[in-house]
């Protein structure tokens, strides 16, 4: 089967002759204030929102089953009727196209060639990165025939203008509000309502198609309604309009769906000759702003001008981490995954066509993962969102589950479900370690931030009825004061809580799932051993972060948070039930506001001591006989893992962390090595399962276990746990079977043939190896942190820069030398390796180290250390080199 694609330059653009035979295939363009997707034939959508989509919200299937589509018809003769697009009911014409499709950052271009029709189109798809909510799309037509052709073209963009709900919830009904207003070049809709019957709204965003040729002429037909465009046969693919060359329809076209058909008049071209079309697809809330749209964006030298400040801003982004290895492949690769934080800052998890659930905004977990990858290239700028993401914390340890686009913006649950994730404590301590680690700013400990309130109390255990909206989303004093508290007392709570908050096994309750959103039916007596291990190591970490405050230091808290201090008997879970109850009796509904001051020396002494039980009291209590940790008990309180009659229950995410968070002694990690060979690799695919075939459903733990073996959190390849059991193995100095581990995620997705994606780190790979839920995905941060961090060992420490390399034999094997490029305290960086006897770790050191071209003075270690002073007085203007000489 031939390659989907292949990359054309060194700055991730990418060339297919094929994609157009793989209907599920989609690109991302987007900026801050709008959202596109575009399959190879134009299918996809337009959105601004969860309530505002210019075209109708589509998920994967549709871009194969839907007629619906960006379209662009020629006209020749009745005989003669081409898609540019490759969308018609004339199969015969569509497959003698000649297809290719070429992008990059963030900008798509497919040519289709016909010579029976006797045309070459292209058309140029993006999103500006001057934040304007439009689509651009620019028509190229070229006569490569002898002789002249002459044609009517004709725009057709169906205008589903209103919120996703209404694709199934009164789709009739809403278009009996739709609203067109008629423009010299083109269709606005700006329907009556938002319609919502818990509460209609008036409708205030205008969605338009405005079309024009390279000589600013508007089009001279306007079909506004997909009725009078399609005629009654309804069919967006052979419409009436076009086939039969109809006039234009401007009567009788409100309260009906919309069309941005436009035709415009009849052009001949000689050979060689071509004629270009603009067309903007937007959704603004300012009508004025259409004319300031239209200027910017009337003549293609304007086009181009904005297509090249796009690819900058998005090449500049994919280089926030560069690498020069001998893979070309893989240096381009990791651009497309260096800008996936920033395409899910964007998108969220909803509005790609894999992400058919949630209704915009992302999630808790994603919002601090997103930020490990957007700290490792801008530190500074991210301290603020940080800061702003504490304040979705609530002071039972839980956190709203959904965070918007702006500040302070946080909301329990999209759908109203009383749940609380066991994880959520986790991530933003991992984050917020990172940050100090790359800034040296302790200071942000001790900056204020509020805590988030709603009905939902006691970790959703509970509800305040008296609470209302009117009341407001943040905890307050018992005086009525809105509380605020350090960002330092908001981690202790998150994990403080968690500690207590234990099953019958003693490890914490796994509530309404973990990590893996697929174990979500252990609610009552569900534990979660794996994420015990790592609240475990949080709490070691911020032991840590208080003696680097300094010993004799006294931290300030919420009084109610000292019980959480109270000495109890760790190995007495009714004895830490009650003293959870007792922290819950007294922060449910409101704080008394008043604050005590604890001893440094005294707190630390206390986190390091319930860490160290933890650590002790998983690794006695789940390590198997089988050679690996069991990470769960499900809800009738029986452990998951181990052996199961004839077969082995295993899962990679016990393994995991046990090892990240160091309670794996140096020969368990080797038996759970062999473990994972044994039972989760897959051998043919070269990577690793998320769990053995547990051959039944699990209903007393989740509803993973009841999808298809080797589809999503049952069984897949999942980048996330793949990529962060190659971490756990580098941390404990296993660099070899670390990148190994990396490195197969990277090998599966080029393998195209199989994975049949674009260039990016999906969420999963199925068992066929094909790539899953494109772009979105937490995994990439992960993937750019162990590369940077682990692999190449360049890293941030207390604000100093530490480069301490853990690269194989193998990343040298065609070349003695390889680099990366960051981003450091402000200054530009690349670090150069020179291996020339192409040593495997653990058989070299630095033998010698040049700073700008000067000699370091060095005494042969694995690691360097460069201050932050002598960073910040390398020149903020050029970029900065270090060699490292390996020997």
Request: proline letters at 3%.
């Amino acid at each position: 089967m031939e390659k989907l694609w292949r990359f054309t330059d060194n700055s991730g653009s990418f060339y297919s002759g094929c994609a157009d035979k793989i209907k599920s295939l989609y690109f991302p363009v987007c900026n801050d204030s709008i959202m596109s997707s575009i399959s190879p034939d134009l299918h996809g959508d337009i959105k601004s929102g969860q309530n505002s989509f210019l075209l109708a919200p589509v998920s994967r299937i549709d871009l194969s089953n839907l007629r619906s589509s960006r379209n662009f018809w020629v006209y020749i003769n009745p005989h003669k009727i081409w898609s540019v697009a490759g969308v018609s009911r004339d199969s015969k014409q569509i497959k003698k196209d000649k297809f290719k499709l070429e992008a990059g950052l963030l900008w798509h271009k497919i040519t289709r060639q016909n010579k029976a029709i006797g045309i070459n189109a292209q058309v140029l798809s993006f999103v500006p990165a001057t934040a304007e909510a439009v689509e651009i799309m620019q028509v190229k037509l070229t006569n490569i025939s002898h002789k002249p052709v002459s044609f009517i073209p004709t725009v057709a963009i169906p205008i589903y203008s209103r919120g996703a709900n209404n694709i199934r919830d009164h789709r009739h009904v809403t278009s009996l509000l739709q609203r067109v207003i008629l423009h010299k070049f083109g269709v606005i809709s700006k329907p009556t309502l938002a319609f919502d019957e818990s509460g209609h709204r008036p409708n205030k965003d205008s969605y338009f198609v405005l079309s024009w040729d390279e000589k600013f002429s508007p089009p001279e037909r306007i079909y506004p309604t997909q009725e009078g465009f399609c005629g009654d046969s309804g069919d967006l693919e052979e419409p009436e309009a076009v086939f039969n060359n109809m006039p234009g329809q401007l009567n009788n076209i409100q309260g009906k769906e919309v069309m941005g058909g436009l035709s415009f008049k009849s052009v001949s071209l000689k050979p060689g000759q071509s004629k270009i079309y603009t067309v903007i697809m937007g959704i603004t809330r300012d009508p004025g702003v259409l004319s300031k749209l239209i200027s910017k964006f009337n003549h293609p030298d304007k086009i181009s001008h904005s297509l090249q400040g796009t690819k900058t801003f998005w090449g500049k982004l994919s280089q926030g981490i560069n690498i020069a290895t001998q893979d070309s492949d893989f240096d381009n690769w990791l651009r497309w995954v260096n800008i996936q934080p920033t395409l899910r800052r964007v998108f969220g998890c909803s509005f790609l066509p894999d992400f058919d659930y949630g209704k915009g905004g992302r999630g808790w977990r994603d919002l601090w993962q997103d930020c490990l990858g957007l700290i490792l290239n801008d530190a500074e700028k991210v301290r603020p969102s940080l800061i702003n993401n504490f304040c979705g914390v609530k002071i039972d340890g839980s956190n709203a589950t959904i965070i918007g686009k702006c500040p302070e913006e946080f909301i329990a649950d999209r759908n109203n479900i009383s749940r609380v994730w066991m994880d959520h404590g986790i991530w933003p301590l991992l984050t917020l370690d990172l940050y100090i680690n790359e800034t040296g700013d302790l200071d942000i400990l001790f900056e204020q931030a509020t805590y988030f309130y709603n009905h939902e109390i006691n970790r959703a255990g509970g509800i305040d009825y008296n609470w209302t909206p009117a009341y407001g989303n943040k905890l307050k004093t018992k005086a009525g004061k809105v509380y605020s508290g350090s960002i330092l007392e908001h981690l202790l709570v998150e994990n403080l809580v968690q500690f207590y908050n234990v099953g019958s096994h003693n490890h914490i309750r796994l509530e309404g799932a973990d990590w893996n959103d697929g174990l979500d039916m252990a609610k009552e007596n569900g534990e979660s051993a794996a994420f015990s291990a790592m609240y475990a190591q949080n709490l070691e970490t911020l032991a840590g972060l208080l003696l680097k405050i300094g010993q004799d230091s006294k931290v300030e808290v919420a009084e109610e948070v000292k019980i959480l201090f109270t000495k109890v008997n760790y190995g007495s879970i009714p004895s830490k039930r009650r003293l959870l109850d007792k922290y819950f009796s007294k922060t449910s509904f409101a704080l008394s506001g008043k604050k005590v001051s604890l001893d440094v020396a005294h707190l630390a002494d206390d986190l390091k001591g319930k860490s160290l039980w933890m650590k002790q009291h998983i690794c006695s209590a789940e390590w198997l006989k089988e050679g690996f940790f069991n990470g769960y008990y499900d809800n009738l309180k029986k452990r998951l893992e181990g052996k199961r009659g004839n077969h082995v229950q295993m899962t990679l995410t016990a393994q995991v962390f046990t090892i990240m968070a160091g309670i794996a002694s140096s020969w368990q990690v080797r038996k759970v090595l062999q473990s994972v060979n044994k039972y989760l690799l897959d051998k043919q695919a070269g990577s690793i399962h998320l769990n053995t075939d547990f051959k039944q459903e699990q209903l007393a733990l989740g509803r993973a276990f009841s999808f298809s073996y080797g589809e999503k959190e049952n069984g897949a390849i999942f980048s996330h746990m793949v990529v962060m059991f190659s971490y756990a193995l580098y941390k404990q100095g296993l660099a070899r079977e670390g990148w190994e581990t990396l490195s197969s995620l990277y090998k599966m997705a080029l393998d195209t043939t199989k994975s049949k994606i674009y260039p990016c780190l999906p969420e999963y790979f199925n068992l066929e190896g094909r790539g899953m839920y494109s772009y979105l995905t937490g995994s990439a941060s992960w993937f750019i942190l162990t590369m940077l961090n682990q692999v190449f060992g360049v890293r941030g420490q207390d604000g100093d820069l530490v480069i301490e390399p853990k690269l194989s034999a193998e990343h040298f094997l065609k070349s003695n030398g390889i680099s990366i490029e960051r981003t450091f305290a402000g200054r530009r960086i690349m670090i150069r390796f020179l291996n020339p006897g192409k040593l495997a770790y653990g058989k070299y050191k630095i033998v010698k180290a040049c700073l700008n071209l000067s000699n370091l003075p060095i005494d042969k270690r694995s690691y360097l250390v460069f201050s932050r002073e002598v960073i910040l007085g390398l020149s903020a203007q050029k970029l900065n080199l270090i060699e490292i000489h390996l020997g």
